[in-house]
Nanobody, 117 residues
């Protein structure tokens, strides 16, 4: 059973930093491409960042230079370090695993990030 559990959200002032974590179980984590998405109130869910098994990363233009995705394979965990936070970063942040063998998406329950101006 695949489980993704996010943590680390909270309320932060603009310009501050937060680090989100996502602990995965039920998958072969070391070969999994993992992603962070976010959904702001009234908006569609959008990709924030992704990291492959080899450590290659990609970022949404809106967060480039401010956000870093990383992974710790022995801990089956990915992280999202967010710096220079902006009010527009306010959203629920979701961890995602897409299983290629059957095309199924798995999601965590999300963690809320609120950035005050």
């Amino acid at each position: 059973q695949v489980q993704l559990v996010e943590s680390g959200g909270g309320v932060e002032q603009a310009g501050g930093s937060l680090r989100l974590s996502c602990a995965a179980s039920g998958i072969i984590f070391s070969i999994a491409t993992m992603r962070w998405y976010r959904q702001a109130p009234g908006k569609q869910r959008e990709l924030v960042a992704g990291i492959t098994s080899g450590g290659s990363t990609n970022y949404a233009d809106s967060v480039k230079g401010r956000v870093t995705i990383s992974r710790d394979n022995p801990k089956n965990t990915i992280y999202l370090q967010m710096n220079s936070l902006k009010p527009e970063d306010t959203a629920v942040y979701y961890c995602n695993y897409y299983r290629q063998v059957d095309g199924r998406d798995y999601w965590g329950k999300g963690t809320l990030v609120t950035v005050s101006s």
